[in-house]
Nanobody, 120 residues
């Protein structure tokens, strides 16, 4: 059974920091990338940051220089360090794992989401 367990969300004042964690278990395919997405009511889910198994990272322009993604491959865990938070960062943050089967098909797995609220 695949599980993505997220933690670290909460309420913080503007300018503050939070660190999100997501531990994946039960994935039998090769993990290609892990990442974080976020969603606010009425809007589409958007990419925040991703990191490949080789360590290559990709960030949304809105978080570059403020957020840092990292991962522990041995623990199948991905982290998102969020600094200089802004009210517009308020959203539900979802962990994502993309894995590839031996026959080439890729699968996306999602966490349950963790709320991040930044007060002004």
């Amino acid at each position: 059974q695949v599980q993505l367990v997220e933690s670290g969300g909460g309420l913080v004042q503007a300018g503050g920091s939070l660190r999100l964690s997501c531990a994946a278990s039960g994935i039998i395919f090769s993990i290609r990338a892990m990442g974080w997405y976020r969603q606010v009511p009425g809007k589409q889910r958007e990419l925040v940051a991703t990191i490949t198994s080789g360590g290559s990272t990709n960030y949304a322009d809105s978080v570059k220089g403020r957020f840092t993604i990292s991962r522990d491959n041995a623990k199948n865990t991905v982290y998102l360090q969020m600094n200089s938070l802004k009210p517009e960062d308020t959203a539900v943050y979802y962990c994502n794992v993309r894995a590839r089967a031996s026959w080439g098909r890729e699968y996306d797995y999602w966490g349950q989401g963790t709320q991040v609220t930044v007060s002004s």
